[in-house]
Structures are given as structure tokens and as C-alpha cells.
């Protein structure tokens, strides 16, 4: 008798369903994936059916999407930006997990900073701002420096216009107040913080919860450049509060999969920046680094399996690269270096790949950076967890 292998669809063709793909064949588990366009780089791995997922104006797909559906067990997300009507018009045809609910929540910055603030997560102060008045408004209330954010639409640095003084808010609003006719801008105070750290985190169909040790963050342009994990100089109460703060939104949305939680710390205190309903850019370490990846865990959360243990078996650093891929040699040539290569052209500002170096203990994880990162000829990128390390 022929056994059926579940297969879990996933909205979203980049290297989060690439690395999704990859975790999910191990365990008897085949995937299939629908993006817009054709040479998303997950189909390297696993099936791709090209889609149009936009709403209004009659251009949604139905008939690929209504197929796309009936092929698979669930459907999942490596992108955040899949309209949230789409993943509810799925929804009625085949499990969604994460709840398009969750989705349409994390899409909008405006309703994601309330929902912090109604869980108990505090965070930098904010205001709606539709119209250039509403902006000269905020930044009256609010004061300088701040950050115009689109509340739809935006990340990696996208999407944003930091004001210094009142002479930045006409560039501001020119900049982009195209977008508040159509979805809306938050005006939000640029926080001094300490330092930048990701919960990253996943719940079960059952309500279990689990997350991997808090990591350390760093960004160049909005963009995450490298990450350290466990988080040096994290106290327990610290990563006490923050877990509490992530299971929370968790419940609150009955959430269902890997997610991560941005937070900045200030003052000791913790805020809430950015909730991703995905795997995340800062949980790649995990894949080296931890017992079960965070990518292994998410498609065990939506198919409803057992969650894997989320304990680091060390220590890790993960470089980011973005605009083109560096000599691979410096990596490959380290104890536990490990090189992964998505596939992509290359093109500036575009992730294309990242390296995550493991040891067992701080101390060898410092060596190891120092050197590959002289080889690389990337020592400023990884100086700050070189300097934490030491």
C-alpha cells in the first residue's frame, strides 16, 4: 500500500521556502511552491506554480490558486507580504497556519504596535499619520529625530524616511506620502537603544510553545548584517520577560508556526519593534547552531508533529550577505563553518546568501570569526561580536 507524504504548500518562492524545502524532505515531507514570478529560487529545490496573488481589480489567480490548494495538506508563508485576503480565501479551501488573522496584524505597523502595546510590550512612541498636516502633528507630539515608516509593504529598511529637523518633513511627505493615500504612514520616535535583540520563537497546533535562545543583533541600513546567538550579556530576568512577551502574542493570535520578535533594549527595558509571521532572517543559526532548526520546527508546527528541541548545541554567528556572494573558501575552510548560497543574481541591497560559524564555546567562536572574517575582508562587519566575544 502506498503511504501518503503530507505536502505542505508555501505562499512565497525566496530562500525562506528554499531552507523551508530543504528541512521538510528529510521528514518524508514534500513541498510546493507559489510565487509571482518564475525564477524564484526556491524552485531549485522543490515544485514552483507561478500565480498571481494581488488583490482587487480581478488580478488574483483563483483558478491556479484554487489547484494550488487542492495539492497540498496546509499552506504556509515565506513572505509576509502575501495579502492577507489571499491567505483567507485560502483558508476556506485548505488549512492556513499561520490564521490569515495573524498575518494581516504583522502586515500593518500600525495594528502591530497597538497589539504590543495591549500585551503588555511596550514601544517606541507612535502616531497614524494620512496627510501631510497629520505629520506636522506627530512631529510636534512626538519630537525629533523620528522615523515615517509606510505601514504596509516595508522591510529591510524599505519604506522609511528618518527626520532630524523640522526641515526633513516636506522630503519626508514627498518621499512618501504617495503611500498614505493607499495604506496609510506611522510616524514613529527614533529610540537610543543599547542594543537589538530577536526572540525567535514557534507554537504548535496543541499550544506549545518553544523558542531558541535570545540573539544578538546587528543592521546596516535596515538591513540585518550579523547575528550572535545565545546573546552574550543577557540576563535571566531579561530573557524571562521576553519570552513571556513573545508567548503572549503568540496566544493572543493563536498562532500557529516559527515567528520572530524584534525588540530594542533601552535602559534595561524592553520594546517592541517588528513582529515577523515567519522564520526569520535572525533564526539562520539555527540550522547549524541549534538541536532543530527553526525551519524543521515550523513545518512540525503546521502539519501538527511533535516540536524539536530549540536548545543551542553552542555557539553562533551568522553573516548576512547581501548585493553578492564573498569567497566561499574562508568559510569552508573553518571548523564549523558552514556556507549557504541561495541562488539568487546577484543585485544590490538583495539577500543572497549567508554563513553561520559554530564552535562549543564562546572563546573558539571568537578565534574562528577573527579569522574568517581578515580572510573574508570582513572585519567590520564582524567586530562587534568579535568585541562581545572577547
Known sequence: ????????????????????????????????VVDSVADACAAQVTELMVADWSEGRGERDEAALADFASRVDVVTFDFENVPAATAQWLASRVKVFPAPAALAVAQDRLAEKKLFRECGLNTPDFMAVDTRDDLERAVA??????????????????????????????????????????????????VPFERELSVVAVRGRDGE?????????????????????????????????????????????????????????????????????????????????????QFENHIRAVLGLPLGDTGARGCSAMFNWIGEMPDPAPVLSVVDGHWHDY??????????????????????????????????GRDGQAEPAVALLG
Open 1 to 32: 500500500m502506498s503511504r501518503h507524504l503530507p505536502v505542505v504548500g508555501i505562499l512565497g518562492g525566496g530562500q525562506l521556502a528554499r531552507m523551508l524545502s530543504l528541512a521538510a524532505a528529510p521528514l518524508g515531507i514534500r513541498t510546493r
Open 141 to 190: 507630539t512626538i519630537g525629533l529625530p523620528a522615523i515615517l515608516k509606510t505601514r504596509r509593504l516595508g522591510y529591510d529598511g524599505k519604506g522609511q524616511f528618518r527626520l532630524r529637523s523640522a526641515a526633513d518633513i516636506g522630503p519626508a511627505w514627498e518621499a512618501l506620502g504617495g503611500a498614505a493615500a493607499a495604506h496609510g504612514l506611522i510616524l514613529e520616535a527614533f
Open 209 to 293: 510553545f518553544r523558542m531558541w535562545p535570545l540573539t544578538r543583533n546587528w543592521h546596516v541600513d535596515g538591513v540585518l548584517s550579523l547575528s550572535l546567538a545565545p546573546a552574550p550579556d543577557t540576563s535571566d530576568a531579561l530573557v524571562e520577560t521576553a519570552a513571556a512577551h513573545a508567548r503572549t502574542l503568540a496566544e493572543r493570535l493563536d498562532y500557529v508556526g516559527v515567528f520572530a520578535l524584534e525588540l530594542f533594549v533601552r535602559n534595561g527595558e524592553l520594546l517592541g519593534n517588528e513582529m515577523a509571521p515567519r522564520v526569520h532572517n535572525s533564526g539562520h543559526w539555527t540550522i547549524e547552531g541549534a538541536h532543530t532548526s
Open 343 to 376: 541562488g539568487k543574481e546577484a543585485r544590490a541591497g538583495r539577500k543572497v546568501g549567508h554563513a553561520t560559524i559554530c564552535a562549543p564555546d564562546s572563546g573558539s567562536l571568537r578565534e574562528r570569526l577573527v579569522q574568517v572574517a581578515s580572510e573574508l
